[in-house]
């Protein structure tokens, strides 16, 4: 009997350390950083349901699309979020795996009590060019309008609104005010009746603002899915494979998103999981031909 008892002990020993070890190991935080935008459209909720279920937390930072790739890269953090793919022969993005997840926008944002409704890609070119400075040649009041614009030319969205408007990454913009984030640049356009700017729904759609139809299209579900909305994008989870004591977990966490558990998640913010409109991927050379196509008829139309 005092073996036996020996043994129990021993087991329930064994078995309490075996416990224990694996509940330490689940309580090792994964720490993500990158876009707002990302953060907004699905990170947050997915993060919050997969430490339900796996007992693994998440420790989440901004700072942007290029962080959520570089800081990947140089493994200050185990995963990251970009709205923007990597830059081609660019050292610090190299060998970053980049997933997409979800499909988002970039909708024209304003004042909510701007009678202007609707924009051309036509009259959104003129604007970030300089060329149109007044409320009222958008059918808006007399008054000046103040253009704010994210920092640099590799945000997420100021990339992204170059590289599909203009084809040119190193397009310079005119605007009135600069932002490091979209986050500041969303919140000002809530309180400035003359401000207009571009982020993605996905952070756009929970702010207190007007989103402005394209060329007679809004930016709903909808036709985001089916690209009726000409200016959408994919949003990643970015990652290094190679010597990386987390891949596991961060392939676990992936495969999550991924699955139909993570893209209910994903729809109940209102944003288009990435496997919902794959057929996305094959339309965006003529999202791009039609971008440049309809540029050429509102010019057409003005000489």
Known sequence: MK?????????????????AADSEEKQEALHWAGCGITKKAFMKELAA????????????????????IRRVKDRSVDLGGSCRP?????????????????????????????????????????????????????????A??????????????????????WGNPDQEFKGSKEYPSSGPLEKAIETNPNAIGISGISSASKRNVKLLALE????????????????????????????NPRLKEIKRFI?????????????????????DAIGLTSKQKEQRRKVRELQEKHLSSKE
């Open 86 to 142: 990597k830059l081609p022969g660019v050292a610090e993005e190299r060998y970053v795996h980049m997933t997409p997840v979800a499909w988002d926008a970039l909708v024209v944002m304003v004042h909510k009590d701007n009678p202007v409704s609707d924009i051309s890609l036509r009259q959104v070119k003129d604007l970030y060019e300089g060329k149109i400075t007044n409320w009222k040649e958008l059918g808006g009041y007399d």
């Open 3 to 19: 073996n036996f008892l020996l043994m129990v002990l021993g087991l329930t020993f064994s078995v309490s350390a075996v416990f």
């Open 255 to 275: 495969a999550f998103a991924l699955s139909k558990q993570g893209r209910k998640i994903i729809r109940a913010q209102g944003v288009v999981p990435y496997l």
């Open 216 to 243: 007679g299209k809004t930016p709903s579900l909808e036709n985001i899915q089916s690209g009726n909305y000409l200016l959408y994008r994919p949003l990643y989870i970015t990652y290094m494979a190679r010597n």
């Open 144 to 165: 000046p309008i103040e253009l704010l614009v994210r920092k640099g030319k590799i945000s997420g969205v100021g990339y992204t609104l170059r590289q599909l408007i």
């Open 49 to 68: 349901e997969y430490e339900k279920i796996y007992g693994v937390p998440f420790v989440l930072e901004g700072g942007g699309a290029t962080k959520g």
